[in-house]
């Protein structure tokens, strides 16, 4: 459901945690000898690995900058950077079309806005609101009000589920109604801004990479939120995929947030 900004955000001092990987019994120490964030108790007895960038191996990961997480994946997975923290996008297919990837994302939301289609401000708000500013206000620790509301997930269906034993809220949804330059920029055509994601500003936050900029949902797209609380923060996991293959991509990669524990 993500499509991170980092080709237009100037992301500065995030910690990058690929080529760390280790096994639960083997050093953490990163490869500049900087020891990783304090790892949560579920991570230090889980015997997963830190999480890379690139090809999974089937396994189990900790990502360090989302401490109270780990999750299980199959073959066929891939992570992309951590630009921002308590964020995790993994892709089942990457392909340059933004339109035609099936993404599974992990995120806590830092802020919503009071607005869809930002590109009145101008770019360089539309991509980094600082923490004064009127267009955003804190993320509820309830999201499903704001995405019930929001004009282009278009609600085909909602349940009540759970995620890693926490009792969530499943939204089932079609992206629509998105007019091109809603978000001003070439790379976003077709493309709306759904919530901020975490900067370092935020509460929580373990990496700089300054204000909350927006995650952004994809016209014709379909999309399955799961939203759920943990530790008073909302947390989202966001499926989406083309509407051709989303049922048999939803199928994969429930098999990994089935797998989802919280420490």
């Known amino acids: 459901m993500a499509v991170r900004t980092r080709r237009l955000a100037t992301v500065a001092g995030t910690v ?59 073959a066929g997975w891939s992570s992309t950077p951590q630009d921002f923290p ?15 990837r099936e993404e599974l994302d992990i995120v806590r939301p830092s802020a919503v806005f009071h607005g869809t289609c930002l590109h009145r401000r101008g770019l360089p708000d539309v991509l980094m609101y600082g923490p004064g500013s009127r267009a955003v206000r804190p993320a509820p620790r309830d999201m499903v009000p704001y995405l019930s509301a929001y004009p282009f997930l278009r609600e085909q269906h909602r349940s009540s589920t759970s995620v890693g034993g926490r009792p969530a809220t499943r939204i089932d949804a079609t992206v ?17 801004a759904l919530f901020g994601m975490p900067g370092n500003e935020k509460p929580g936050a373990q990496a700089s990479s300054g204000p909350a ?35 048999r991509f939803a199928l994969e990669a429930q098999r990994v947030v089935d797998s989802i524990r919280f420490g």
């Open 86 to 100: 308590d964020t995790v996008v993994l892709y089942r297919r990457i392909v340059p079309d933004p339109a035609a």
């Open 176 to 192: 629509a109604g998105v007019p091109n330059g809603c978000i001003n920029a070439p790379a976003f055509v077709g493309m709306a």
């Open 213 to 247: 900029a927006p995650f952004t949902v994809i016209r014709g797209k379909r999309v399955r939120i799961q939203a759920l609380s943990l530790g008073g923060f909302p947390v989202l996991v966001s499926m989406e995929a083309p509407a051709a293959s989303f049922d």
């Open 16 to 74: 990058l945690l690929a080529g760390a990987c280790a096994s639960g019994g083997a050093s953490l120490t990163g490869s500049s000898g900087t020891p990783p964030p304090k790892l949560s108790s579920l991570q230090k007895h889980d015997p997963g690995l830190r999480l890379p960038v690139g090809p999974l191996a089937p396994g189990s990961y900790y990502p360090t900058f989302f401490t109270r997480l780990v999750f299980t994946v199959p």
